[in-house]
């Protein structure tokens, strides 16, 4: 089993994107999003993966700002590999089924493990564990269990043994139907070690977290590596990781593709604000700065750690032709004309 542990450097990207008091807080948060997500999936880029382009997409995610008046317009990719774009979606899910979750009776976290597993057989493994979870499902099923709570797909990666861990995250409504998953869970999973499952009863809202961060990690033990992080997003892609068990949400979750919001902490008026990755901050055409703050050093320091990581580029590499601003702005507003 995969370290599962969260170092000092990985509460940043743990962090969810919740209800904050201010815009300024709300930016400053996005800022911190942006910085990592343009560094991770900028390394992401040099592999010539199949999900090419939406490393792409999720690179030039919220590039822009789009002011009018006292609202910006943000626009977002809605790719996996987005830090950005998977924060405020896990917010948004946390935040319309937190209350139907916590008025279930007797409800528990469930996290349920199997052996590690080597790169080549990480697609395989996946789908194997999503095929048991449906198959406890229809058990249950059938003696007249319904299960109600949540699942959650999550993966780690262990640098040191070079291997991977898919896993399940669930809540769980009543202690003995989750104890009851778990039992059929070692049933179909021999190899499996008791020690590596658990169930813990949720007290209180800070219990849901866990079902409603990452679904995969980006920095493990202060080592980043682009080529088993792209392993699996590539062994979970068209795949669902969330899902809701026998519970209705209370609040709209599903992630548009453009948010505005009015702020407080710049003046009203036209005006386009453009990111740069090296002062890690959206910046007008005059060099403006967006936010009163810069990113914490937590935050910073993953930033330094992907980015010495190392470049995998393959041998026969597709040449990639980065997008013009003209085109990455098109993109983004194709009905506004270009101001720079």
């Given at each position: 089993?995969?370290?599962?542990?969260?170092?000092?450097?990985?509460?940043?990207?743990?962090?969810?994107?919740?209800?904050?008091?201010?815009?300024?807080?709300?930016?400053?948060?996005?800022?911190?999003?942006?910085?990592?997500?343009?560094?991770?999936n900028g390394k992401l880029l040099y592999l010539n993966?199949?999900?090419?382009?939406?490393?792409?997409?999720?690179?030039?995610?919220?590039?822009?700002?789009?002011?009018?008046?006292?609202n910006v317009t943000t626009h977002f990719c809605k790719k996996r590999s987005c830090i950005?774009?998977?924060?405020?979606?896990a917010s948004k899910l946390m935040i319309g089924y937190m209350k139907?979750?916590?008025?279930?009776?007797?409800l528990h976290l469930v996290t349920l493990t199997a052996v590690n597993v080597k790169k080549g057989k990480l697609n395989q493994e996946v789908k194997r564990i999503k095929g048991i979870h449906r198959k406890i499902y229809r058990i249950l099923f059938k003696r007249g269990i319904r299960i109600r709570g949540f699942f959650k797909l999550e993966q780690t990666y262990s640098s040191k043994r070079d291997d991977f861990n898919p896993h399940l995250h669930?809540?769980?409504?009543?202690?003995a139907v989750a104890e009851e998953y778990m039992r059929l869970w070692l049933e179909m999973n021999p190899t499996a070690d008791r020690k590596g499952q658990d169930i813990r009863k949720v007290k209180n809202k800070g219990g849901l977290i866990e079902v409603f961060k990452y679904v995969t990690k980006a920095i493990i033990a202060d080592t980043f590596d682009s080529r088993s992080l792209d392993a699996m997003y590539q062994s979970i892609h068209g795949l669902q990781a969330y899902r809701a068990l026998g519970v209705k949400k209370e609040k709209e979750v599903k992630l548009e593709d453009s948010e505005t919001r009015t702020i407080e902490h710049r003046g009203e008026r036209i005006e386009v604000w453009k990111w740069c990755q090296d002062k890690k901050d959206w910046y007008t055409y005059e060099g403006e700065k967006f936010?009163?703050?810069?990113?914490?050093?937590?935050?910073?320091?993953?930033?330094?750690?992907?980015?010495?990581?190392?470049?995998?580029?393959?041998?026969?590499?597709?040449?990639?032709?980065s997008p013009t601003d003209d085109e990455i702005f098109k993109r983004f507003r194709a009905d506004k004309q270009i101001l720079f």
């Open positions: 089993m995969c370290d599962l542990k969260t170092s000092k450097s990985e509460h940043a990207l743990d962090t969810l994107e919740l209800t904050v008091p201010s815009s300024e807080l709300l930016y400053q948060k996005r800022q911190r999003s942006k910085a990592i997500n343009t560094s991770v993966s199949p999900l090419h382009k939406a490393y792409q997409n999720a690179y030039y995610c919220n590039t822009y700002l789009f002011q009018d008046g006292k950005i774009c998977s924060r405020v979606y139907p979750l916590l008025e279930l009776e007797d669930m809540l769980i409504s009543g202690k936010n009163n703050s810069t990113i914490e050093k937590d935050a910073d320091r993953i930033i330094r750690i992907v980015d010495k990581s190392k470049n995998h580029v393959l041998k026969k590499q597709r040449i990639y032709d």
